[in-house]
Each structure stands twice: as C-alpha cells, then as structure tokens.
C-alpha cells in the first residue's frame, strides 16, 4: 500500500509541475529577452528596419530543456539586455500555428533549437538543447562577430 501511495504522489508532483506556465517573455519585471509578438513575416521586416539578426527559439510545450531555457536563461537580465539590444527575438511553439512551418522550413530535428537568422530568412548559425546564460550570450556574441 505504501509503493502505491508513493507512485500517487510522484504522479501528482509531476502533473503540478507539467501544468506550470512558463514564461517567454523574460520576467515579470521586464528583464530577459523581449520575443517579438507579431508573425514571422513582420519579425522579419522588423529585422531589415532594425538592421539586426533575428534569433529564433523554436520549442514545443512538453519540451524539459525547453522550460529550462525559458525559466533559466530567456529571464536573465544579462541575457535580456544582451539580445534585445542585438537581436529581433522570437519564439515559437514547433508543433502549433507558425511554428510548424518554421520547424519545417529550417528542418528541426529536435527541441529546443535555436536559430540565428539575418533579415532574409537565412541560417547564421543554429544549435539545440540548453544553454546556460553565459553559453548563449557567448553565441550570440559569435553570431554577430562574422
């Protein structure tokens, strides 16, 4: 009776934290990365405006590394201040709306990827899994020093 009691909490616990939303637009407080609302389209047109890359998080919503990235390193205030002064931001779900297309387009294979994209649609350069503040502040940085 008590391995099932167990088995029932562990469930419970794992429920709770699946169901808990995660932010991806930085902290409440404003620091972290800003993403773009708009289409893929207007990021884009925004990012020849702008003169900037565009970096594109694509992830899907059962994704671990995923919500990591989003609770850990999209919401550091180095990170946000970092991108946000040299990228056009976005982020999308792979497996919903835009994002579909997207993760087709740039043939992902796996989330997250992250893609460093100029204002015409082309790849710069394009990783997967997590990265720690530093490590992707550290990419970017190579991103914009070709």
């Known amino acids: 009776m008590k391995w099932l009691t167990s088995i029932l909490v562990v469930l419970l616990t794992i429920t709770a ?33 702008e003169g900037k890359p565009v970096f594109l998080d694509i992830s899907a919503s059962w994704c671990g590394p995923c919500k990591m ?9 180095e990170v946000g201040e970092y991108f946000n002064t040299n990228f056009v931001n976005v982020a999308v779900d792979g497996e919903k709306g835009e994002g579909v297309d997207l993760a087709r387009k740039y043939r992902i294979r796996g989330y997250p990827t992250m893609i460093f994209i100029d204002s015409n649609g082309e790849i710069l350069s394009q990783l997967s899994g997590y990265r720690d503040p530093k490590g992707l502040i550290k990419v970017g940085k190579q991103v914009l020093n070709r």
Do not use: C, Y
């Open 17 to 49: 934290i699946a169901k808990e939303p995660i932010r991806t637009s930085g902290k409440e407080d404003g620091s972290g990365i800003e993403f773009h609302n708009g289409s893929w389209e207007e990021a884009l047109q925004k990012a020849v405006k």
């Open 69 to 77: 990235l989003k609770k850990n390193t999209f919401t550091n205030e």
